[in-house]
């Protein structure tokens, strides 16, 4: 199983989710009058309507919520990364908070929801700037 191919187009970063991306580290938006996290990171506050945040960084670990087998490549740049696994993780801190990524360092077969993971970080880097996306390996 092979990672995402070395040319894949990056996210986009934005004022609103620089910091996921950019720390190297599961930092989560944190409504900054209601306290609430929320991930993925948007303009309001799904609690309380609010639109000022801060951010919480959250323990990398987590168990498998949900996840499929990629086997298909839908791209040709895919072609020599498949197959691979997209993951949904329900962090250990906060399980109602999921992070998608793929998983790493295992045979597809053995891939089970409520599995124990741990982030890893792949930096990568393009005429916008570096990126840390992270991504999922079993504990
Ligand atoms: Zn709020």
Excluded at 29 to 40: G, I, V, Y
Excluded at 68 to 92: F, I, R, W
Excluded at 109 to 137: C, K, N, Y
């Amino acid at each position: 199983m092979a990672s995402m191919p070395e040319n894949w187009t990056l996210p986009g970063v934005t004022d609103l989710n620089r910091e996921w991306f950019e720390s190297g580290a599961l930092r989560v938006q944190t409504c900054a009058d209601c306290a609430a996290l929320q991930h993925p990171p948007e303009e309001i506050c799904h609690r309380c309507g609010a639109m000022r945040f801060t951010s919480t960084e959250l323990a990398p670990t987590g168990s498998i919520y949900s996840f499929t087998v990629v086997h298909y490549p839908v791209n040709k740049l895919l072609a020599d990364s498949v197959p691979y696994a997209v993951v949904l993780v329900a962090l250990d801190d906060h399980p109602d908070i999921r992070v998608l990524g793929n998983l790493f360092d295992i045979e597809m077969d053995d891939i089970r929801v409520g599995m124990p993971v741990h982030a890893l970080w792949q930096e990568r880097s393009d005429e916008f700037g570096t990126v840390h996306l992270p991504q999922w390996t079993p504990t």
